[in-house]
């Protein structure tokens, strides 16, 4: 193993190839769950030095990880446990970090460390933007992670994150790895010319195959979302319509680049908090919506009060942070934060004591129009309307929302607070349990999507279920109808066994899990996306064990068997 080392160091330097474990630990372990062992970690800082750095690893038979921004919630591109073929490398992509606006900026060529923030930055001059401009872009999550999970996203009109063009590296069930070109822009050749040719943006207009044919976003999900008495789920993690080489292939193929559509941004959209204590007139509200309405909803959502609560006692100091700081700043205080818990002392969640701590100390960050809904309503909605859309949806709510119920209209300042607060629901569940590890047994994380037709999208467990959690945290993007629940499981409680009783209940509710992030290592890949994996790395030597399927190579079956 140490010819591999030497020669990983020879490719991209020493100082970029990390080993021992006070150097990895913040690449061995998930943002929220997932941990393992790994021989090294190697930060390539070109897409010919990623080429190199994986022949490298599968001619020494090592299996391979692929890791970008790492802020997964499902542990998908770290290490689980250590029994991998010929031990593991990481291989981090975010010092490869160009993009290629293309066709006058309505498409966009992403090489594998570019992340959201980076092309809403560039997008915004041209008033356009990308798939996602919420909640993931804040960590500085990739765009070509979010394409490879088929990552969702608050959007109602957009659907996952999906591309059919994209340039890739494949290894072959003989062990040779092969450079696909899918990208439909013509680089020659030969591999480390092509990889050259595009990190520099060698290539002219003539280069750019229109590829009227291939989709560089899910073209039908607009009309899909609408299928409201559909009983399938409208976007969901296995779902084969969205599995297509690059997209959903959860670091089974080394991405280099992906294309995909921009979007035209939105301007003077209206924004709508409503509040009820019946979840039927939430439903009706979805119905009609979309339904009738001639445009859809940019954004649909939904907070249960209990997540507004912890969001607000434990997301407080992240709400300020990005509030006051911007998004840009992020990844590197994350960074920090990763190296500050490696250290044996003061130990692991010393950050997250301190920045809590730290919180506590800060003026009340949300407004009072907020607080006021909070204290009447048990559901929260966070509406945002096309312009054309908004006196259609005035009129929608006064009929459908009684005195007993509630909505205003938001000011910006109030609409950018609402939608951050909803944001920061996901980090404040992981906070609680590093403050409170003397309670919390583990986070139970689950996102599920519902069917288009459930009337009864609202969840109450059994009572010996309940009494196992110490607090459960329901949020999603409700036009989708794609939910995270997030439970703060009691200390004692076997969490695997308690996942698995949730399971249960979504079973019999025709839910499909995970809804948009990828299977990691919490879910079981089903049938149709274990065969996916199966296709596009037969050698089962990229990111092996990913959704509980075997490590072994070539899946456990001798390679002839396989072929034939």
């Not at 021989?39 to 022949?55: I, K």
């Not at 190296?339 to 003061?346: F, M």
């Not at 809590?356 to 003026?363: K, M, V």
């Not at 312009?387 to 009929?399: C, I």
Request: glycine share 10%; aromatic share 8%; charged share 25%.
């Amino acid at each position: 193993m140490s010819d591999l080392i030497a020669r990983l160091r020879a490719i991209v330097g020493s100082r970029h190839v990390l080993t021992g474990d006070k150097a990895t630990a913040r690449y061995r372990h998930g943002y929220r769950s997932g941990a393992g062992d790994a021989l090294a970690v190697v930060r390539p800082g070109s897409l010919v030095e990623q080429w190199r750095v994986v022949q490298a690893c599968v001619a020494a038979d090592v299996s391979i990880i692929m890791q970008a921004s790492n802020t997964g919630l499902t542990g998908g591109s770290t290490p689980d446990g250590g029994d991998y073929p010929g031990g593991c490398v990481i291989v981090s992509t975010m010092r490869i970090d160009g993009l290629h606006l293309i066709r006058d900026g309505h498409q966009v060529v992403c090489l594998p460390g570019t992340t959201l923030y980076a092309l809403e930055r560039a997008l915004a001059p041209l008033g356009r933007e990308p798939h996602s401009v919420i909640g993931s872009s804040c960590f500085g999550a990739s765009v070509v992670g979010g394409v490879c999970n088929n990552s969702g996203g608050s959007l109602v009109q957009r659907g996952p994150a999906f591309t059919q063009l994209s340039l890739y590296a494949q290894v072959g069930d003989d062990g040779v790895v092969r450079l696909v070109n899918h990208l439909g822009i013509a680089l020659g050749d030969d591999a480390e010319a092509v990889l050259r040719r595009l990190e520099r943006g060698d290539f002219t207009d003539a280069d750019v195959d229109a590829a009227p044919d291939a989709w560089a976003h899910d073209r039908e999900y607009a009309a899909h979302v609408r299928a409201i008495d559909s009983d399938r789920p409208a976007r969901f993690n296995a779902d084969s319509r969205c599995l297509f080489e690059a997209a959903g292939s959860a670091g089974k193929l080394i991405v280099f680049a992906v294309r995909l559509d921009t979007f035209e941004k939105e301007e003077g959209a209206g924004t709508f908090y409503i509040g009820t204590n019946d979840p039927a007139r939430l439903t009706a509200i979805r119905r009609a919506m979309l339904a009738d309405f001639p445009m859809l909803p940019i954004a649909g959502e939904y907070m249960h009060r209990d997540a507004f609560d912890i969001a607000d006692r434990y997301g407080k100091d992240m709400f300020v942070a990005i509030e006051r700081l911007g998004t840009d700043r992020l990844p590197r205080l994350f960074a920090l934060k990763a190296r500050v818990d490696a250290l044996p002392v003061p130990g692991a969640g010393f950050s997250d004591r301190v920045m809590q701590a730290a919180g506590r100390l800060l003026p009340d960050h949300l407004p009072a129009e907020m607080r006021r809904f909070r204290d009447r309503f048990e559901h929260h909605l966070l509406l945002k309307m096309p312009r054309t859309m908004v006196a259609e949806t005035r009129a929608l709510l006064a009929a459908v929302l009684d005195g007993e119920n509630g909505w205003f209209e938001c000011t910006p300042e109030l609409a950018a607070k609402a939608f951050l607060h909803r944001f920061v629901v996901a980090g404040a569940a992981v906070r609680y349990r590093a403050v409170h590890r003397d309670r919390v047994e583990a986070i139970v994380a689950l996102d599920m999507a519902l069917p288009r037709n459930a009337g009864d999208w609202t969840e109450t467990l059994p009572p010996d279920l309940a009494a196992q959690s110490l607090h459960r945290l329901y949020y999603g993007h409700f036009f989708c109808h794609v939910f995270h629940q997030d439970y703060l499981v009691r200390k004692g409680v076997d969490p695997l066994a308690f996942e698995h009783a949730i399971w249960a209940l979504l079973d019999q509710r025709g839910a499909e899990y995970p809804a948009e992030h990828n299977v990691g290592h919490l879910y079981k890949a089903k049938p149709p996306l274990a065969d996916f994996y199966r296709r596009i790395d037969p050698r089962n030597q990229c990111n092996p064990g990913i959704g509980m399927t075997p490590k072994a190579r070539y899946w456990g079956v001798p390679p002839q068997e396989m072929r034939s």
